[in-house]
């Protein structure tokens, strides 16, 4: 995902143990593949802005890579990661998705923790969450609504 030109990606995994969200199970085949998959984003993210011209990661179709029910889309991450997709040699991961080191805030001069994408930590929290949310749709309603009256 990218907010304000930051790419992110955030994975929230249930507290409950017993939680069936992202385990093995009909509607859920390969919960494993989440994890995969975003950070396969991060990588194809890095290669794109290193301009190297790689496959988008949800093309998987164009390439003619099915997901299949025995193993997923096993093969797609497989040849995307291995830069070896058919039908494209050469469109995956290189060799910089693997040898460049991920972004720190060290690789930053100012760099500034941002607390908003921390999840609250009791009802307090949620509730001046809440607020803060509905404050900012009210705020985005406003601009929007001056941005078409100047027009």
Do not use: C
């Amino acid at each position: 995902m990218e907010y304000n030109q930051i790419g992110y990606s955030n994975i929230r995994l249930p507290s409950d143990r017993n939680s069936s969200l992202y385990k093995y199970s009909s509607n859920n085949t390969f919960p494993q593949e989440v994890l995969l998959h975003e950070f396969l984003h991060t990588l194809e993210r890095n290669e794109q802005e290193n301009g190297n011209d790689i496959a988008e990661l949800h093309d998987n179709n164009i390439y003619g890579y099915q997901e299949q029910r025995t193993n997923g889309l096993e093969n797609w991450y497989r040849a995307y990661m291995q830069n070896n997709i058919q039908n494209a040699p050469g469109k995956g991961l290189t060799d910089f998705a693997y040898s460049s080191k991920p972004i720190h805030e060290s690789n930053f001069e100012y760099s500034v923790r941002l607390d908003y994408l921390d999840e609250p930590d009791n009802i307090l929290e949620e509730v001046s969450s809440i607020i803060k949310r509905v404050g900012a749709l009210f705020t985005n309603l406003k601009n929007q609504t001056n941005s078409l009256e100047e027009h």
